[in-house]
């Protein structure tokens, strides 16, 4: 019986930015959630997610690194992959750049903890695309929802026999996410941002149940809410001056969390494919 074959697509929330060693330009970690997967089921992994990139970026369009490097579509580089028709599983975590809900909430924290280095702030804001007091980012997650079932059709015509599993995000803020000294944002902003994770998880589903046959949601709320900013043991970074200045990522997940996140699609895995 051959290996398991498993696929796996999307941005920083699945490559694991941040966890070293990691892959430039991409930033994909030998510790993410697919990676830990792969070697647990002893299965061969062919892994594509990427940091900052949108579902666009998944299905046709190329991404652009700030180091001038380029890659092209996540599903062109699966296409050529040997044996793409006999995938088992994808993996896919995405959307959250669509909206601009990483970008948003890592601006919002720097303009408190870079307070009083204008020159500074402005520059990390101009990096990340936001001006400084420019808009919140605009959401459409009707548009999110249709980007996800254009990418669950063209990986079903690659990959005919794969189960598709849509993997969310985990939590940043939970209920007991307060300001912090690695946590500026108050409980207004906070909860802006839990209401966009909870829009984002809506799109997750909606996208899911109209594939249904083949597609399903492994939700990620309440397995990581308690271990959001503010639990006893955070699965993800928080935002301080320190971090922003030396190149740090803030509000993503650590090793921690990529551990919790495969811990849940392992399970998922073995139920749907009966291992």
């Known amino acids: 019986m051959p290996p ?3 696929a796996a697509l999307g941005s920083s929330f699945a490559s694991g930015t941040g966890i070293l ?20 089921l002893s299965a061969k ?9 949108t579902l ?12 001038g490097e380029s890659a092209p579509p996540q599903l062109e580089v699966l296409s050529g992959v040997e044996g793409v028709e006999g995938i088992d599983v994808v993996l ?14 890592i601006g919002d924290a720097a303009k408190v903890v870079l307070k009083g280095d204008e020159d500074f702030l402005k520059m990390f804001l101009e990096m990340l695309g936001l001006a400084p007091g420019g808009e919140d980012a605009k959401v459409d997650f009707t548009e999110v929802e249709r980007r996800f079932v254009t990418i669950i059709d063209r990986i079903h015509m690659l990959c005919p026999k794969a189960r598709i599993l849509l993997v969310e995000y985990i939590s940043i803020f939970g209920p007991q996410t307060k300001i912090a000294d690695d946590q500026p944002l108050d409980a207004e902003q906070v909860q802006r941002y839990r209401e966009m994770a909870g829009d984002l998880a809506g799109a997750y589903a ?3 149940e109209q594939r249904r046959e083949f597609v399903e949601v492994v939700g990620m709320k309440q397995v990581s809410d308690g271990h959001a900013l503010g639990g006893e043991e955070p699965w993800v970074t928080g935002c301080t001056e320190k971090m922003v ?24 895995i073995t139920k749907v494919l009966e291992l």
């Open 4 to 6: 398991l074959h498993i």
């Open 21 to 40: 060693p990691e892959t430039p330009p991409a930033r994909r970690s030998y510790y993410n959630y697919p990676s830990l997967i792969s070697r647990s």
């Open 45 to 53: 992994l062919s892994d594509f997610s990427s940091s900052g990139a």
């Open 56 to 67: 666009l970026n998944v299905l046709n369009e190329p991404q652009d690194y700030a180091t």
């Open 92 to 105: 896919l975590t995405a959307g959250g750049n669509d909206v601009g809900m990483s970008k948003a909430m």
């Open 206 to 208: 909606r996208a899911a």
């Open 245 to 268: 200045k030396s190149g740090g990522v803030p509000y993503h997940p650590i090793a921690a969390g990529h551990v919790g996140v495969a811990k849940a699609v392992e399970e998922r």
